[in-house]
């Protein structure tokens, strides 16, 4: 008994340490995930590692295959590390060529390229690592989807191929670009310069995937002095201003857009790329003109004290010798911010800080007169008090009409005071106003005493030190205008009443965040007599810190075939939301299952026919169901969802859920078994033991049947059939006199042939129970086993055996018959003496010695 508890815990112990270096062994192939939507005649790139190998130092070898649509259970051979001929001959051309190529990244990783993709490389992916160890653990094919979309990327510029300017000048390109790929993407766009000499093209400046705007390298300071621009006008055109040229801007000129796709691993890719024409740009240099003459620059104005909504008259006066025929650019200032400029050809330029009020006509400048250049600005504002001066530059014109630039000459500073006015006019907005990002912000600006018309212009800035940029404006008239850069929002100027004036702005982003100002001016026949305006500092709460995930199930503890619900709730959200379910089975791989698309598309990662998802709208939360229909172990394992708002054509990700786990038990196995417990055969017949299985079952149930024999507390297996009756015997020995066969119940019979005094013993009959889970895949229930004795006797043994058995029988009639005769005897006995005793004589004796017999007489007696 020792023996057998020891045999039984070493074995155990044995088979733990098993389990314990076969889950160190787990081979684990991964593929980028799909499906992957890419643009015909553009790359395609396929990542593909492997793990688990007991060398992780050594290089693997992978291969990648195909299955295309058409004929999906067909795989195609494409490329391999290791064998030269692997592909079939419809890509054997393409990839001696190296248009598709297969490359180490690393010893266990590779990279799978097609440099320009066909139609027909359209299908299912598989990525196979071949195994060059003994066993296999783990899995060692990974897929994916790549789906093969038309171009619909265009991009054209109706620029001449050669443009030639002075250095200092402005130019201004523009350039339209647009997609109508019908899934949803990013485009970004760029004006390039490849400059004379230089090996690579640099950009001008940039606006991103994500609507974020950049100058490229060297053109950070022109950027941020205002003096290189991007502006979109409409919906797919984008204008280039550069407002000084610089000898360095020579070069080949031209416009990039690119297309841009959110992968299922929420990684961005290029689809798609297209250039516009390059156009040569000729910048001519400019001779440094030395100022020999003696320029004087005078500023002058009749007041220099004003009040608020007077005009303003700025004279700059230029002296110097030989006066007729010279050419000037003068500027005005008001501290350092440079107000208008006038070019030495007469036209007008303006600081970004005052092109509004350029617009609306409160500043103007002109050249009255060889020597005298004027600004007004009208209504002045308190704002507008401090020193002005003038600047001058002379202007050189060459024979190609060409101007060359000479040093500046300021005129003495001229400080003006403007006071308020006693005009009633009042503004009054909220100070401070919180919005959720996502919801429609709301300013209200309230007027007072207002006299005459008025119009009103809505400002932001977003920090405290940036300049106020225009939003939306409304005239005296009730002309509203929109700035181009909130074109594309959803932006509105009303007046609802005459003293209050409304702004609306739908679907804020934390971007919005700031300053807004409201400048109200009144107007008395066509100009303005009187501004004064109101601010509000708002906060655009993040999405994240309002909305709320969370992941909750009712039965998410379920046997094999259950129906799971899984709910994800989103809470606070009342904006375009797309929801991500994931599927985590181990500690390092997480599967997406599906995609809920804002726009109510779903997108579905691989075979995922166990899932259905429903949708529900409730007060202040969306409730996303994930429902399995028929429970199995493929299901099980830890659930999240993952949401995301849709704001201004930009995702933004939010705080995923609480994991919920899911865990898929097998049913309890009923299974019940009956056999003869106790069996004697005589030596050398064949001997028949029969497990039979009397509990309900399934059609489609499957046993595994395996028989042991026990002998000195030793268990040897003899037979087993597994669920597909494949037969294992345990020696050579066993197969030559041991059978078994299924019979109708169903039955197991064992038929030991020829038994020997050897094959007594305990006999255990060990069937387990496989049922088919809803996606086809076997699992088995717990075991259950039966015991039958086995005695096997000598033939002899056999005879005293039932010499034994009828010995009762003779033991009880053996006296009876004795008895019997023994009466019958005395009977006889008696009889025969009556007969002696009646007076006969007694005749002579037949014995011959006492009496010789007569001879028979002769004729002569």
Aim: hydrophobic share 35%.
């Amino acid at each position: 008994m020792r023996c057998s508890l020891w045999s039984f815990w070493s074995a155990s112990l044995l088979f733990c340490l098993g389990l314990l270096l076969h889950c160190e062994a787990i081979v684990h192939t991964e593929v980028q995930a799909g499906p992957l939507y890419r643009v015909l005649g553009y790359p395609l790139s396929i990542s593909c590692n492997v793990s688990g190998f007991a060398s992780s130092s050594t290089r693997k070898e992978f291969e990648f295959r195909i299955a295309k649509p058409a004929k999906p259970t067909f795989e195609v051979n494409i490329i391999s590390t290791g064998d030269q001929s692997f592909g079939y001959a419809m890509y054997a051309d393409r990839v001696r060529r190296n248009e598709i190529t297969l490359t180490h990244v690393s010893s266990n990783s590779v990279l799978f390229e097609i440099q320009s993709l066909q139609k027909d490389d359209e299908g299912e992916y598989e990525c196979s690592v071949i195994n060059s160890e003994g066993s296999y653990a783990g899995t060692y094919t990974a897929k994916t989807i790549v789906k093969v979309l038309e171009n619909s990327l265009s991009v054209s510029s109706p620029v001449s191929t050669s443009l030639s300017y002075n250095e200092g000048d402005a130019l201004t390109l523009t350039c339209q670009a647009s997609s109508n790929t019908i899934q949803h993407t990013h485009l970004s766009f760029a004006w390039y310069l490849h400059r004379d000499g230089e090996q690579d093209a640099q950009p001008i400046i940039s606006l991103d995937r994500d609507f974020t705007l950049g100058p490229g390298r060297g053109f950070e300071g022109r950027y941020q002095a205002g003096l290189i621009r991007l502006d979109k006008m409409g919906e797919a055109t984008y204008r280039l201003n550069m407002a000084q040229l610089d000898l360095s801007d020579q070069g080949r000129i031209y416009c990039q857009a690119q297309e841009w796709i959110l992968d299922p691993d929420r990684s961005w890719y290029s689809i798609a790329r297209m250039n516009t024409t390059e156009t040569i740009l000729n910048v001519r240099a400019r001779e440094v003109v030395p100022d020999t003459s003696s320029l004087v620059v005078r500023i002058s104005t009749e007041k220099t004290t004003l009040k608020e909504g007077q005009e303003l008259s700025l004279s700059c006066n230029v002296d110097t010798q030989n006066l007729a025929g010279r050419f000037f650019s003068v500027a005005w200032l008001w501290g350092n911010v440079e107000l208008a400029r006038i070019g030495p050809t007469g036209v007008l330029s303006v600081g970004p800080e005052y092109s509004t009020r350029v617009k609306e006509g409160e500043l103007r400048a002109a050249r009255i007169s060889d020597r005298d250049y004027r600004l007004i600005l009208q209504p002045v504002r308190t704002e507008d008090q401090g020193e002005y001066l003038c600047r001058v530059w002379p202007q050189d014109r060459g024979q190609d009409d060409a101007f060359t630039q000479g040093e500046a000459k300021d005129s003495s500073p001229l400080l003006i005071n403007i006071s308020a006015t006693e005009s009633g006019l009042s503004v009054e907005m909220q100070r401070n106003v919180n919005v959720k990002e996502g919801d429609r912000l709301k300013l209200t600006c309230k007027v007072g005493e207002v006299n005459g018309d008025v119009s009103i212009t809505w400002q932001h800035k977003s920090t405290s030190t940036a300049a106020f940029t225009s939003i939306i404006s409304l005239s005296q008239k009730g002309v509203m205008e929109i700035e181009m850069e909130f074109m594309s929002r959803k932006v509105r100027a009303t007046r609802p009443a005459t003293d209050t004036f409304i702004l609306e702005l739908d679907e804020v982003t934390t971007s919005d965040s700031g300053v807004y100002q409201c400048d109200v001016s009144e107007w008395k026949a066509y100009s303005k007599t009187n501004s004064q305006s109101g601010s509000a500092t708002v906060t655009v709460a993040a999405t994240e810190s309002f909305v709320k995930v969370n992941l909750i199930s009712r039965n998410s503890r379920v046997t094999v075939g259950d129906d799971v619900e899984i709910l994800c709730r989103v809470r606070g959200s009342l904006v375009p939301t797309t929801v991500i379910w994931t599927l985590q089975r181990d500690a390092q791989i997480i599967d997406n299952i599906l995609t809920l698309n804002s726009d109510g598309d779903i997108s579905w990662s691989g075979d995922q026919q166990a899932y259905q998802v429903k949708v529900q709208n409730k007060e202040n939360e969306v409730i996303y169901s994930l429902v399995i229909n028929g429970a199995s172990h493929r299901e099980a394992g830890t659930y999240q969802c993952r949401a995301s708002v849709f704001l201004e054509n930009v995702h933004k990700k939010l705080h995923p859920s609480n994991d919920l786990a899911v865990m898929v038990q097998n049913p309890e196995s009923n299974l019940i078994l009956t056999s003869f417990p106790n069996l004697t055969r005589n030596i050398n017949t064949d001997v028949q033991i029969n497990c039979s299985v009397t509990s309900k079952h399934f059609a489609s149930t499957r046993y595994a049947v395996t028989w042991f024999h026990q002998q000195s507390a030793e268990n040897k297996t003899i037979v087993s059939s597994d669920r597909d009756a494949l037969e294992t015997y345990g020696t050579l020995s066993n197969r030559q006199r041991i059978s078994m066969r299924r019979t109708k119940g169903p039955s197991f019979e064992l038929t030991i042939r020829q038994a020997q005094l050897s094959d007594s013993g305990l006999y255990i009959c060990e069937v387990v129970e496989w049922l088919q889970d809803p996606r086809g895949t076997w699992y088995q229930l717990s075991q259950v086993s039966k015991i039958t004795n086995l005695t096997v006797i000598e033939s002899g043994e056999a005879v005293f055996e039932a010499q034994c058995k009828t010995g009762t029988w003779i033991g009880i009639l053996l006296p009876f018959v004795v008895f019997l005769l023994l009466v019958i005897f005395l009977l006889v006995l008696k009889i025969c003496r009556r007969k002696g005793s009646g007076g006969q004589k007694s005749g002579p004796s037949l014995w011959a010695e006492d009496h010789p017999l007569n001879t028979k007489p002769s004729a002569d007696d």
